[in-house]
């Protein structure tokens, strides 16, 4: 179980003073629980999110008690990229959820390898549904299948965890074989006629005159 030290705030708090403290400000709501505005270490959270990311639960330990809950928004400073506010969604961990899971590709495509053609990433993240502590970090996809220029891996090819569900359409592409186009260009064909007929024309101005 992966936890998290939360503070509750009060909404005249001084967000900028709270960042300078190494707090991060945050809400949790979801669930039937009205929204509660928290904070959070920044050492913390980046450590938790690195493990858990968008889709394994983290539960938040309150005053007031713990909540089971899912990273649903991280929203970054836009000059040095640090979380800048979090927002919690509140889970029930005995009903299912559907969330965005990222992809992660592993092995050698044989098409690559020999020189067939290039490696095309369609998708980045499917979407699943499952109880929340069955929710997987990521979902691994083996491009060692990718033999040949018509190969592809669907998103029914993915190998799912026990007690996990595909949302995404299962005839989606997931990755391709991609080759390269030789592009040669074809000379214009030349018209005789037409330089038979500029010459003939030609002559019989230089003899008029």
């Known amino acids: 179980m992966i936890t998290l030290e939360a503070k509750l ?24 629980k009205q929204t509660t505005m928290i904070s959070v270490s ?59 899971v990222p992809l992660e590709f592993v ?4 098409a690559v390898k020999g020189n067939i053609g290039t490696l ?5 993240e499917v979407e699943i549904k499952a109880l929340p502590n069955d929710l997987p970090h990521g979902i691994e996809v083996d491009i060692s299948v990718l033999e040949n220029a018509d190969s592809q891996i669907h998103a ?6 026990k007690g ?14 991609a080759v390269a186009q030789e592009e040669t260009e074809e000379a214009a064909p030349v018209d005789l006629a037409s330089i038979e007929v500029e010459k003939k024309g030609k002559k019989e101005e230089e003899t008029e005159a």
Do not use: C, W
């Open 9 to 32: 705030r009060q909404p005249t708090e001084n967000l900028e003073k709270l960042r300078t403290e190494g707090m991060v400000p945050a809400v949790f709501y979801g669930a039937g």
């Open 42 to 100: 920044l050492i913390d959270f980046t450590r938790v999110f690195r493990e858990a990311g968008e889709s394994t639960p983290v539960t938040l330990k309150t005053p007031e008690g713990t909540v089971s809950t899912l990273v649903h928004e991280v929203q970054h400073h836009p000059v040095n990229g640090m979380p800048f506010h979090i927002d919690f969604l509140v889970v029930d961990i005995h009903k299912p959820v559907e969330v965005h």
């Open 107 to 110: 092995g050698v495509a044989p």
């Open 120 to 124: 095309v990433k369609v998708l980045h």
């Open 156 to 161: 029914s090819d993915l190998k799912l965890p």
């Open 164 to 177: 996990v569900t595909l949302v995404t359409e299962a005839d989606e592409v997931v990755a391709s074989i």
